[in-house]
């Protein structure tokens, strides 16, 4: 492909031509090797349409921004200018969409944009809990710590999460797969049987009566309940979009049995971990609650920390605010309460964090532990009242004969 470029050299001066490349990824890098700063590039010609970057599917993993970060603190003790950290981690990264925002924020800030401001340009890839922190380094002048305990941060979360979504995802696919196979029982088994048990004559047990009637809904009016539910998904997928959706299930959420207490504390350690790494790098507390809030990731206790942020403009404290609330727990807001008489709320949200995070992961353990034994017995039930349904008929049949 052809890319039309205008660029600035080292000197100043501008530049226009045309290179060839086969994207514009790679036009970036060859650009870069010349020492040119890019300051637009288009392609010149119309791609073929299984050549072209589906931008839709694209998207920044958690685990790239915080390995990211990780190797821009190495790079930056090491003494390397931060244009070339960019440059260089952006080649290095796997990922063409990651790739080109490096470049493009490298370029933001050769130009004279500050880094956080760079990063703030793309909210997808950098929440605003990370742009403020590389703020308060840049202001500080302790950028490298900033990034060490952001890397560290997006870390720990990102297993965390990754712990109890792993929860989560393990039975609902065993119950998938168990639902699955009983469809398959009453479309493809259970119609063959049942012409043979009818014949028979003899009386069909209760749990017989109710797998024939079950297979002949299914096979009858299957399609029509497929239809339903993709058309009820997609209205409720549509509705979850709305402010209104989305207070719905952060709300339904916490209320789920033991999933919603796991869910409840992990928020609370993100907050305690959020709010630590805020106040520890400088942020007012005003501004340290409203950038929590949109941290937590869940509606609820976003709105309990946009009141608490009044009340505390208004003279209050954040114990007393979050205290009138039963998300969270008296020993939270204790905590919170001597932090604040003690002028150590720093030390106090650190040790929170670590407190529930371990109480995460040991419900997680503890939750992975029992939910096995526990599907093998629902499972081996349904299993029985399936076997008994269809093989006490065909048994008592051969009996008679």
Known sequence: MKFNYLARTKDGETQTGTIKAPDQTAALKVLHGNDLVILKLKSSEKAFLLTKRIKFFEKVKRKEVFIFFRQLAI???ADVPLIESLRALGQQTDNPAFEETLFNIANDVDGGTSFSKALAKYPKVFSNFCVNLIKTGEVSGRLQESLIYLSNYLEKEYYLVSRVRGAMIYPAFIFAT??????????????????????????LP?????????????????WIVVIALLIGGGFLWRYLKTSKGKFFWDRLVLRIPIFGKILQKTYLARLADTLYALIKGG??????LTISGNVVGNIIFRKILEKAKEGVKAGKSISSELDKHKQ??????????????????????????DFYNKEVENIVNNLSQLIEPVLI??????VAVLVFAVFMPIYNLAGAF
């Open 178 to 203: 168990f639902m699955i196979v009983g469809v398959l029982v009453l479309v493809m088994v259970i119609p063959q049987l049942t012409s043979i048990l009818i014949e028979s004559g003899q009386d």
């Open 377 to 382: 017995v629902v499972l081996a039930i349904g």
């Open 75 to 77: 790079l930056i003790e």
């Open 328 to 353: 969270f727990p008296p020993l939270f807001c204790q905590m919170i309460r001597t932090g604040e008489k003690t002028g150590k709320l720093n030390m106090v949200l650190e040790k929170l964090s």
């Open 206 to 222: 209760i749990p017989t009566k109710i797998i024939i009637a079950a297979s002949d809904f299914v096979r009858g009016f299957g």
């Open 283 to 288: 942020v007012p507390i005003i501004e340290g």
